[in-house]
């Protein structure tokens, strides 16, 4: 399962079956999109913090750069871990100095403190304020209490740690 994968799922792109694939997202439109560029998938529209999905009925779920934007991390988390088996997350680390949810990467955002300098720095990029404002990034340590059988790896870019990767591998007990 792709938990918020989008138009433009990059693991339904590249898994070998695609037809394995489960693509869930909160959109619509996405998952049409999606659809047309991956017509083996099977998308639905839902709400990560609510899956419509059986206990462990998935081999792995994929969550790549989803959990700092919903507004109940604790939900999706609780989630992932009741409809998998195993699953894979990726989220960035707030304190890079780089904010990547533009497109261009905008240098020191996150210790501006004022907003209409953010807001300058929003336009100079050409990066939507309210997105990247609706940020919620999460620490080593919250994503640890969130999934306390993973493990996390920290992702290294010039020294600092750019994103965080959380994996579970599936155990004897979740297999099927």
Not at 25 to 37: E, S
Not at 79 to 102: C, K, N, W
Request: aromatic share 14%; hydrophobic share 45%; charged share 20%.
């Amino acid at each position: 399962m792709d938990l918020g994968g989008g138009p433009a799922s990059f693991f339904a792109a590249n898994f070998p079956e695609p037809a394995r694939v489960m693509l869930l997202d909160y959109d619509y439109q996405l998952t049409l999109r999606a659809k047309r560029q991956c017509p083996g998938i099977h998308v639905v529209v839902g709400d990560g913090e609510r899956l419509p999905f059986a206990d462990h009925l998935f081999e792995a779920a994929i969550c790549n750069s989803v959990i700092e934007h919903v507004s109940h991390p604790e939900l999706l988390a609780q989630e992932i871990r009741r409809v998998s088996r195993a699953y894979f997350l990726q989220t960035p680390d707030g304190m890079f100095p780089l904010e990547t949810h533009s497109f261009v990467a905008i240098p020191f955002y996150q210790w501006v403190p004022w907003k209409w300098v953010r807001r300058l720095l929003c336009r100079m990029f050409g990066a939507k304020y309210e997105y990247i404002s609706s940020v919620h990034y999460l620490s080593a340590q919250q994503l640890v209490d969130l999934f306390p059988e993973a493990t996390v790896v920290y992702e290294k870019a010039l020294g600092l740690t750019k994103s965080f990767y959380v994996y579970r591998q599936a155990s004897p007990a979740t297999e099927k």
